[in-house]
């Protein structure tokens, strides 16, 4: 069965051409919601961190592991840029190779064979070319 943004076009041999952007889309919408899904993440780090270093003096341990969040914070963060950035190739696929199956089908159109005129009747209505 198709997806969104999917054509089906007869070929020259009779059969049917498939191809279509909805794939793309399906994986750009997937890794967009994978980068909103990331998004609360330093936040709720951050509230659970909150207090945590208060009161301990100086234990080596709650250093660490700031330095633990910190390189976590910048991993989600690294995360989520590149799939921003991978969401808008995959939408950029999805154009392209739409411009690319329209271009082919000029292509095929400019080399199709044209139909062969039907012959005209000829003036005495008797057929002449016997």
Known sequence: ???????????????????????WLRAAGGV???CTHLGPVKPELET?????????GGL???AELGA??????????????????????????????GGTDETVRSALASVSPEPEPEPSPSPSGRDEAR
């Open 32 to 34: 967009e919601g994978m």
């Open 48 to 56: 659970a961190h909150e207090g945590l270093l208060a009161g301990t």
């Open 1 to 23: 069965m198709g997806q969104p943004g999917d054509r089906q076009e007869p070929n020259a041999s009779g059969g049917v051409l498939k191809h279509g952007g909805g794939v």
């Open 68 to 97: 633990v969040r910190e390189s976590w914070t910048r991993r989600f963060e690294a995360a989520r840029g590149e799939c921003r950035a991978l969401a808008g190739k995959l939408r950029a696929v999805a154009r392209i190779q």
């Open 60 to 62: 080596t341990a709650m």
